[in-house]
């Protein structure tokens, strides 16, 4: 039946209102007011909280409107109230450049090797609860290049440097935690003859330095040098020399690869380069 005229008047004098009302919601916000909006101290009205105040009230209005708050908004809220929180101290100071850092030496020794020293800042470590990695260092003739490092890598991320010349062979440098051969805490304080013997050493990390095991006829030679620290060194099949050593809580091992050709004609250099790697007591 025919609706009356008057109800059809109410009806458009109720949609009119609720129009104006939502118009009403939507009301561009003030303008910010300079100092006490924007530019205030962090935990008072201005600075990140008043930032994080804005961006909510503007979340709001538009939850409100029925639209929901928009991706800026939300994104703007999590940016600004992550200034609010802060960083707590990290328990160890870790580096924070990534990639490679020049750590050569520009100009060589008297015999014609350069000096690598790993450079201050270089990003690297095993998280929050360890100490900054030790400058280690080692020289290498002037053929050797450094080369980036790829988690593809048999030793897999404890790889902290890798270094190569296409005429000598190839050297990386693993850093492990030792707790891969003793149950310890963050804060221990080992060596390396607390860890094992160098063939125990050696045969632990074998498939990561080399894809397989190192069997016992696999060895060629095993010796012990004490110096500032005790480091192993060994000689395996075909032509493999590392050096290990541990400070703290970590393990360093250098391992040097060549092929036939490369060891009968540079044997004396590997080996100096195998002798060269140190690592400083804190």
């Known amino acids: 039946s025919p609706i009356p005229s008057e109800t059809e008047g109410t009806m458009q004098a109720r949609a009119s209102t ?12 003030p303008a910010c007011s300079g100092a006490r909006c924007c530019s205030g101290p962090a935990g008072g009205r201005g600075g ?11 979340a709001q209005l538009g ?17 600004t109230s992550s200034l609010l929180v802060g960083a707590s101290p990290a328990a160890a100071i870790q580096g924070s450049t990534a990639g490679r850092i020049p750590g050569l030496s520009t100009t060589p020794d008297a015999n014609g090797y350069y000096y690598y020293q790993r450079p201050e800042g270089k990003s690297g470590g095993h998280g929050v609860g360890w100490s900054e990695i030790p400058r280690y260092s080692f020289k290498v003739p002037e053929t050797w290049k450094e080369i980036p490092v790829s988690i593809a890598d048999l030793g897999g991320t404890e790889i902290d440097l890798r270094y190569s010349s296409k005429e000598m062979g190839e050297l990386a440098i693993i850093v492990a935690p030792v707790m891969r051969f003793a149950d310890i805490g963050f804060n221990a304080n080992v060596r390396i003859e607390d860890l094992g013997t160098p063939k125990k050493i050696i045969q632990g990390f074998g498939p990561e330095l080399y894809g397989k095991p190192v069997d016992d006829e696999d060895i060629f030679e095993l010796t012990t040098d004490k110096q ?55």
């Open 48 to 58: 990140a909280s008043g930032m994080v105040a804005a961006s909510a009230n503007k």
């Open 63 to 79: 939850e409100v409107a029925g639209q929901g708050p928009s991706r800026r908004d939300i994104v703007g809220m999590l940016a």
């Open 228 to 282: 500032n620290l005790t480091y192993y060194y060994s000689h395996t099949r075909p032509h493999n020399l590392t050096t290990a050593t541990a400070y703290r809580n970590r393990m360093f091992i250098m391992s040097i690869r060549a092929n036939s050709r490369q060891w009968k004609k540079f044997e004396p250099e590997l080996r100096a380069i195998q002798k060269s790697f140190s690592v400083p007591e804190a």
């Open 18 to 29: 609720s129009a104006s009302s939502r118009l009403a919601w939507r009301s561009p916000l």
